[in-house]
């Protein structure tokens, strides 16, 4: 491994670890709010043909976006409406594939979305699937579709980045499916800065995310394309053993790095994470051509978390003022620390949060919001109704220092009780500081708004501790754990009214292509390794959460690493040179046993 080649803004092995410390605390101005269960309901529109079996069924509903402007980020108005792309299936079936979502442009109301039925046609299979993206309206009006083609005809998840043009039709109040080609695979992965399915293959043994998907379209003040989306890193700053001891990937004190590098050697399953884990955001440029887009140039991720996290997915680039906001979900379990995900389940029973960083360029130097990227954590456990995942922020028209957050509620495959679909969540305010803090406002919208105005707040659906859950789901046991030991109440801020936003124009009519390709499915994440019972289980004191605050590290240059100059290191020479850095620093008398 180089230790000088480049890896963009870095999540460290600190910043995880906070994150985690910062989710375990319900700290309001990041924890998603209560939502009051009993408003909570399936999405009506998700009664529709399944695109298997052809037959009406009640579908879960997971990830989903809007078709937006590509360069302001703001909800397209196409024709009058509001057009929301969605992931799609049966309840505990391999079933995801994408479905069109319509209603008049700026109606709130969850029970007026109507379903276009899946935009690649019935007659799919799970062996063909397709997973998140985003979308953009052409200059002729049809959509631009950017999504994952996932082949699982070798029992694995090989996933492709791909583009396809949608032709809608409008008449009588109804929205149609009137075509769908130029369906493409634009980008796999490069070898170098991302890695491929057959390098993955190559290493795998079974332990290791692979990650081609989620691309996001953003434009430039310049006219100019990009895909943000999820990867992980290639050759350039690869997995491996190595990233153990980079002192670069672990962003604390002298002693803290020491003292980390060490539970990583002395822990068996941390050791196997930090090895395989090389999660990436990454970034790519594409051609002029619209309605058939290629890659012109690939980069260097714009967030790597080697040695960290092996999956940070969903990224969403939102343009506020002159600033980029970059955003992207996580599940911490998909980390190295176990010590640190592991408080985060005992806390809440939850361990999923939303990252962000903002810079100055699209391409540019990511800073870490909130010091750690943190944004938004987990607030219930993740058996309950109300639980939420895969944070998508939109921006609020008229402000440039917020976003409303969408997401879904995270109950497939009946997790939460039968009958209690994965459905849409509530949407939220989250307001930007200008200091690189962030606040969750306690403004909260019928589930599936996606466009903030004078009639979006929703009191109604804002819950308390006492009312985010159904009876019998307060102690009810989930099957990696029995949670919400230490839940808090938390009461987000109220924040200022927005303005009302100002109504986009509608695109011009659209053409109508020739007919389409018929794509294809994916498995569910791998479910991560089951602590025991914790009421049979030792709980170390360090998982305990008390009210008071968690002592930070001194703040360090995020330059300070392990030597580098000169001929590569052995690990036992890095070894030592971190502990004579720890002696120096701290003396041997003051050096902590770990509990």
Same mark, same amino acid.
Request: charged share 25%.
């Given at each position: 491994?180089?230790?000088?080649?480049?890896?963009?803004?870095?999540?460290?092995?600190?910043?995880?670890?906070?994150?985690?410390?910062?989710?375990?605390?319900?700290?309001?101005?990041?924890?998603?709010?209560?939502?009051?269960?009993?408003?909570?309901?399936?999405?009506?529109?998700?009664?529709?043909?399944?695109?298997?079996?052809?037959?009406?069924?009640?579908?879960?509903?997971?990830?989903?976006?809007?078709?937006?402007?590509?360069?302001?980020?703001?909800?397209?108005?196409?024709?009058?409406?509001?057009?929301?792309?969605?992931?799609?299936?049966?309840?505990?079936?391999?079933?995801?594939?994408?479905?069109?979502?319509?209603?008049?442009?700026?109606?709130?109301?969850?029970?007026?979305?109507?379903?276009?039925?899946?935009?690649?046609?019935?007659?799919?299979?799970?062996?063909?699937?397709?997973?998140?993206?985003?979308?953009?309206?052409?200059?002729?009006?049809?959509?631009?579709?950017?999504?994952?083609?996932?082949?699982?005809?070798?029992?694995?998840?090989?996933?492709?980045?791909?583009?396809?043009?949608?032709?809608?039709?409008?008449?009588?109040?109804?929205?149609?499916?009137?075509?769908?080609?130029?369906?493409?695979?634009?980008?796999?992965?490069?070898?170098?800065?991302?890695?491929?399915?057959?390098?993955?293959?190559?290493?795998?043994?079974?332990?290791?995310?692979?990650?081609?998907?989620?691309?996001?379209?953003?434009?430039?003040?310049?006219?100019?394309?990009?895909?943000?989306?999820?990867?992980?890193?290639?050759?350039?700053?690869?997995?491996?053993?190595?990233?153990?001891?980079?002192?670069?990937?672990?962003?604390?004190?002298?002693?803290?790095?020491?003292?980390?590098?060490?539970?990583?050697?002395?822990?068996?399953?941390?050791?196997?994470?930090?090895?395989?884990?090389?999660?990436?955001?990454?970034?790519?440029?594409?051609?002029?051509?619209?309605?058939?887009?290629?890659?012109?140039?690939?980069?260097?991720?714009?967030?790597?978390?080697?040695?960290?996290?092996?999956?940070?997915?969903?990224?969403?680039?939102?343009?506020?003022?002159?600033?980029?906001?970059?955003?992207?979900?996580?599940?911490?379990?998909?980390?190295?620390?176990?010590?640190?995900?592991?408080?985060?389940?005992?806390?809440?029973?939850?361990?999923?949060?939303?990252?962000?960083?903002?810079?100055?360029?699209?391409?540019?130097?990511?800073?870490?919001?909130?010091?750690?990227?943190?944004?938004?954590?987990?607030?219930?456990?993740?058996?309950?109704?109300?639980?939420?995942?895969?944070?998508?922020?939109?921006?609020?028209?008229?402000?440039?220092?917020?976003?409303?957050?969408?997401?879904?509620?995270?109950?497939?495959?009946?997790?939460?009780?039968?009958?209690?679909?994965?459905?849409?969540?509530?949407?939220?305010?989250?307001?930007?500081?200008?200091?690189?803090?962030?606040?969750?406002?306690?403004?909260?919208?019928?589930?599936?708004?996606?466009?903030?105005?004078?009639?979006?707040?929703?009191?109604?659906?804002?819950?308390?501790?006492?009312?985010?859950?159904?009876?019998?789901?307060?102690?009810?046991?989930?099957?990696?754990?029995?949670?919400?030991?230490?839940?808090?109440?938390? !009461? &987000?801020?109220?924040?200022? #009214? =927005?303005?009302?936003? *100002? +109504? /986009?124009? @509608?695109?011009?009519?659209?053409?109508? $292509? %020739?007919?389409?390709? !018929? &794509?294809?499915?994916?498995? #569910? =994440?791998?479910?991560? *390794? +089951? /602590?025991? @019972?914790?009421?049979?289980?030792?709980? $170390? %004191?360090?998982?305990?959460?008390?009210?008071?605050?968690?002592?930070?590290?001194?703040?360090?240059?995020?330059?300070?690493?392990?030597?580098?100059?000169?001929?590569?290191?052995?690990?036992?020479?890095?070894?030592?040179?971190?502990?004579?850095?720890?002696?120096?620093?701290?003396?041997?008398?003051?050096?902590?046993?770990?509990?």
């Amino acid at each position: 491994m180089d230790n000088n080649a480049k890896a963009g803004t870095r999540l460290t092995y600190r910043d995880f670890q906070s994150v985690a410390e910062t989710l375990a605390k319900q700290d309001p101005n990041y924890a998603v709010p209560f939502f009051n269960a009993a408003q909570i309901k399936n999405m009506p529109a998700a009664y529709t043909k399944d695109a298997q079996t052809g037959e009406y069924a009640d579908l879960d509903i997971w990830d989903s976006w809007p078709v937006q402007d590509a360069k302001t980020g703001q909800v397209s108005v196409w024709n009058g409406y509001q057009l929301v792309i969605a992931m799609m299936g049966i309840p505990s079936e391999n079933d995801s594939h994408l479905y069109l979502l319509y209603n008049k442009y700026g109606d709130n109301n969850f029970a007026n979305w109507k379903n276009a039925g899946p935009i690649f046609g019935h007659n799919a299979t799970p062996l063909r699937q397709e997973w998140s993206g985003s979308a953009t309206v052409n200059s002729d009006g049809t959509i631009q579709l950017y999504y994952t083609q996932v082949d699982t005809t070798k029992g694995t998840n090989h996933q492709k980045i791909a583009s396809a043009v949608i032709t809608l039709d409008h008449t009588n109040n109804t929205v149609s499916i009137a075509n769908v080609d130029k369906d493409h695979v634009i980008f796999e992965g490069d070898g170098y800065h991302y890695q491929t399915y057959q390098q993955w293959v190559a290493t795998n043994k079974g332990a290791d995310n692979v990650a081609m998907r989620d691309a996001h379209i953003v434009e430039n003040d310049k006219g100019e394309r990009y895909l943000v989306f999820e990867a992980s890193t290639g050759k350039e700053n690869y997995q491996g053993e190595d990233q153990i001891f980079n002192w670069k990937n672990y962003g604390g004190s002298a002693e803290y790095n020491t003292k980390s590098l060490f539970d990583i050697l002395g822990n068996d399953d941390i050791k196997s994470r930090a090895t395989w884990a090389n999660a990436a955001i990454g970034i790519l440029k594409l051609n002029n051509n619209e309605k058939y887009p290629e890659v012109a140039e690939v980069y260097t991720p714009l967030l790597t978390a080697a040695m960290v996290s092996d999956e940070i997915e969903r990224p969403d680039v939102v343009k506020l003022g002159d600033k980029y906001y970059l955003f992207a979900a996580t599940r911490l379990n998909r980390g190295s620390n176990d010590y640190a995900w592991m408080r985060a389940n005992y806390a809440v029973g939850d361990n999923v949060a939303m990252l962000g960083y903002v810079s100055d360029e699209l391409t540019g130097d990511y800073k870490p919001l909130n010091g750690s990227g943190v944004v938004l954590t987990a607030s219930v456990p993740a058996n309950w109704r109300t639980a939420t995942y895969s944070y998508y922020a939109v921006p609020v028209a008229g402000y440039n220092d917020r976003v409303l957050v969408t997401a879904y509620m995270t109950n497939r495959g009946g997790v939460a009780g039968e009958g209690k679909n994965s459905t849409l969540a509530p949407s939220f305010l989250v307001q930007i500081n200008p200091d690189g803090t962030t606040k969750v406002l306690a403004k909260v919208t019928n589930q599936g708004d996606w466009i903030w105005d004078d009639s979006s707040e929703n009191p109604d659906m804002l819950g308390t501790l006492d009312t985010a859950y159904l009876p019998g789901e307060k102690d009810k046991p989930i099957d990696w754990d029995l949670v919400g030991y230490y839940l808090k109440d938390h !009461k &987000p801020a109220r924040g200022n #009214d =927005p303005k009302k936003p *100002t +109504t /986009p124009e @509608d695109p011009k009519k659209p053409t109508t $292509p %020739e007919d389409p390709e !018929k &794509p294809t499915t994916p498995e #569910d =994440p791998e479910k991560p *390794t +089951t /602590p025991e @019972d914790p009421e049979k289980l030792f709980v $170390p %004191e360090e998982f305990i959460v008390t009210d008071e605050p968690t002592p930070e590290d001194p703040e360090v240059s995020r330059s300070a690493m392990l030597p580098q100059a000169g001929e590569k290191q052995s690990p036992i020479a890095m070894i030592l040179a971190g502990m004579s850095a720890l002696m120096m620093s701290f003396g041997l008398a003051k050096t902590k046993k770990r509990k």
